[in-house]
């Protein structure tokens, strides 16, 4: 079994910044890519970034690029997505997933372990 926390949610403006955390305990390993994603009111969760388990790949939803960046710390078994720039439509609570694969990976189905989530609202 794997768990995953995140932290770091929280309340800011249009145009702040956040960073959230996710830790992972019990049968972690470092080979494994992570991702983040994020369900707003009713929508879908959708991918916003995942990262290789080395870390040395990574990719991003279109409506994040630029402004968010994942990056880990196996030492840690901690995966992070720094957001900068924030708009009100980032407004979600974020996931972070645990893939089965190596590889970076979009689709919700290659992520087999997932957190409760972290609360993110943007306020206009």
């Known amino acids: 079994q794997v768990q995953l926390v995140e932290s770091g949610g929280g309340l800011v403006q249009a145009g702040g910044s956040l960073k959230l955390s996710c830790a992972a305990s019990?049968?972690?390993?470092?080979?494994?890519?992570m991702g983040w994603f994020r369900q707003a009111p009713g929508k879908d969760r959708e991918f916003v970034a995942s990262i290789s388990g080395r870390g040395s790949s990574t990719a991003y939803a279109d409506s994040v690029k630029g402004r968010f960046t994942i990056f880990r710390d196996n030492s840690k078994n901690t995966v992070y997505l720094q957001m900068n720039n924030l708009k009100p439509e980032d407004t979600a609570i974020y996931c972070c997933?645990?893939?089965?694969?190596?590889?970076?990976?979009?689709?919700?189905?290659?992520?087999?372990?997932w957190g409760q989530g972290a609360q993110v609202t943007v306020s206009s």
């Open positions: 997933g645990r893939s089965r694969t190596i590889g970076v990976v979009t689709g919700r189905n290659h992520y087999d372990y």
């Open positions: 019990g049968r972690t390993s470092s080979s494994n890519a």
